[in-house]
């Protein structure tokens, strides 16, 4: 059964680097794309990127010019770096893995449980 | 981007009710929509996919219809353990977005 697990500070300053990393085990991280997603307090889902295993990204386009997102295979590990991060970015963040085949592709079939992100000084 | 516009935002049944949820899509997205499941503290599961595709391990008291720009999510007998926030994503167009979800609560 793939797990996944995100990592990192739960506290952020304002205009600093929010940085997260998500831990897949259980499966290997080669052969799927894999997202990350926010959601604000009591608010809707968000996705913010997906990265191939590879290393082809593509990201929300709200969010473009200050996201990046990573790949280690020889870790199994994927990241998500935010940057000027404002209170606005204060969101509970998800990894997950998006579906394979053409008819699940997009949809996200494992999720992390979730780690809650603080922007604040 | 499309906008995902679920109805209604709350809904309250009983155990045993039939309960539908509507997704409309603001242009048409095919068949590309998901269901997912989300507990309080708990990340979303997804139910179903490509509109109506049950996900392995998912009851079959949970489907899904509707292609274009409207979808709907139907329960046939709700469960105590159904008790929880249902949302919808469309893939078809990127990037993808969620609706605000559906808050199915005890009557």
């Known amino acids: 059964q793939v797990q996944l697990q995100e990592s990192g500070p739960g506290l952020v300053k304002p205009s600093e680097t929010l940085s997260l990393t998500c831990s897949v085990s259980?499966?290997?991280?080669?052969?799927?794309?894999w997202s990350w997603i926010r959601q604000p307090p009591d608010k809707g889902l968000e996705l913010i990127g997906y990265?191939?295993?590879?290393?082809?990204?593509n990201y929300n386009p709200s969010l473009t010019s200050r996201v990046t997102i990573s790949v280690d295979t020889s870790k199994n590990q994927f990241s998500l770096r935010l940057s000027s991060v404002t209170a606005a970015d204060t969101a509970v963040y998800y990894c997950?893995?998006?579906?394979?085949?053409?008819?699940?592709?997009?949809?996200?079939?494992?999720w992390g449980q979730g780690t809650l992100v603080t922007v604040s000084s | 981007d499309i906008q995902m516009t679920q109805s209604p935002s709350t809904l309250s049944a009983s155990v045993g009710d039939r309960v539908t949820i509507t997704c409309r899509a603001s242009?048409?997205?095919?068949?590309?929509l998901a269901w997912y499941q989300q507990k309080p503290g708990n990340a979303p599961n997804l139910l179903i996919y490509r509109a109506s595709s049950l996900e392995s391990g998912v009851p079959s008291r949970f489907s899904g219809s509707g292609s274009g720009t409207e979808f709907t999510l139907t329960i046939s007998s709700l469960q105590p353990d159904d008790f929880a926030t249902y949302y919808c994503q469309q893939y078809n167009n990127y990037p993808w977005t969620f609706g605000r979800g559906t808050k199915v609560e005890i009557k």
């Open positions: 990265i191939f295993y590879t290393g082809s990204t």
């Open positions: 242009q048409s997205i095919s068949s590309w």
């Open positions: 259980g499966g290997s991280i080669t052969s799927y794309y």
């Open positions: 997950a893995r998006r579906g394979n085949g053409s008819s699940k592709s997009g949809s996200l079939d494992y």
